[in-house]
C-alpha cells in the first residue's frame, strides 16, 4: 500500500509559466518531506523541505506547501525553466522512528517547454 | 560534494552469480542506505545501516544482503542474482546537518 503518492506520471509546462506538483501520503506519523529533482543517469538531488510544524518553505523559485489536515503537499516552480525538466519525487519521513529512513513516491516528469 | 563513489557504474551478470555493489563516503556520516529504482515504482529502500556492523532492512530486502566493517564503505550483495534485481541501484548518506539524504550516481545492473 503507497504511503506517498504522486499521482500525475508527468505534467508539461510552458517557460516562464508555473509548475505545480503534487503529494498525498497516507501515514499521519510522517512529520519530514522533501523533495528531489532526478536527471536520466545521474542520482537524485535534493531541493527543498519542510517540516511539519510549517505549512510553507521558499527556496528562489521553489516553494513547498504542506497541508497537514489533507495529508497533502505541493512543490510551485516560478517561473518555469527549460533545465527544470527532471523527474521530480517527493520523500516523507518520521523521524521519530527509524532515522532518516524516506519513503518516496512513483515520481512525476516535468517538461519545460521553450 | 559530499563525496559518495559507487562501484561498477554499470555491470551486466548472469542469473544465479553472486554480485556485490560498493559505495563508498569520504565525509564520516553514520546513516547510509541502499536503494532501488525502477520504472513505475520509484525509490525504493532495500537496507540501511546506522553504524559499523548495524545494518537493518527496508521494504524491498528479500534477495539482498549488505556489509558495512567500515564507516566509509557499505556493501550490497546479490547472492544469486535474478531478472527481477536488473535495476539502476543507488547508494545515500544522512547529511543531519542538512537534513536531507545525499545520494551517489547509482549503478545501473543487468541481469541476463
Known amino acids: 500500500d503507497q504511503q506517498v503518492k504522486q499521482n500525475s506520471p508527468s505534467l508539461s509546462v510552458q517557460e516562464g509559466r508555473i509548475s505545480i506538483l503534487n503529494c498525498d501520503y497516507t501515514n499521519s506519523m510522517f512529520d519530514y518531506f522533501l523533495w528531489y529533482k532526478k536527471y536520466p543517469a545521474e542520482g537524485p538531488t535534493f531541493l527543498i523541505s519542510?517540516?511539519?510544524?510549517?505549512d510553507k518553505n521558499e527556496d528562489g523559485r521553489f516553494t513547498v506547501f504542506l497541508n497537514k489536515s489533507a495529508k497533502h503537499l505541493s512543490l510551485h516552480i516560478v517561473p518555469s525553466q527549460p533545465g527544470d525538466s527532471a523527474v521530480y519525487f517527493c520523500?516523507?519521513?518520521?523521524?521519530?522512528?527509524?532515522?532518516?529512513?524516506?519513503?518516496f513516491g512513483k515520481g512525476t516528469k516535468l517538461s519545460v517547454k521553450p | 560534494d559530499a563525496g559518495i563513489t559507487q562501484s561498477p557504474r554499470h555491470k551486466v551478470t548472469e542469473t544465479g552469480t553472486p554480485v556485490t555493489l560498493r559505495c563508498h563516503q569520504t565525509e564520516n556520516h553514520r546513516y547510509m542506505y541502499w536503494y532501488r529504482q525502477d520504472p513505475g515504482h520509484g525509490l525504493r529502500l532495500i537496507h540501511y545501516?546506522?553504524?559499523?556492523?548495524?545494518?537493518d532492512k527496508g521494504e524491498v530486502s528479500d534477495g539482498y544482503s549488505v556489509s558495512r566493517s567500515k564507516t566509509e564503505d557499505f556493501l550490497l550483495t546479490l547472492e544469486s542474482a535474478t531478472s527481477s534485481q536488473t535495476s539502476v541501484y543507488f547508494c545515500a548518506i544522512w547529511r543531519g546537518g542538512f537534513d536531507e539524504q545525499f545520494f551517489g550516481p547509482g549503478t545501473r545492473l543487468t541481469v541476463l
Open positions: 545501516s546506522y553504524g559499523v556492523k548495524d545494518t
Open positions: 520523500a516523507a519521513s518520521a523521524r521519530g522512528g527509524s532515522q532518516g529512513n524516506l519513503i
Open positions: 519542510i517540516s511539519s510544524i510549517k
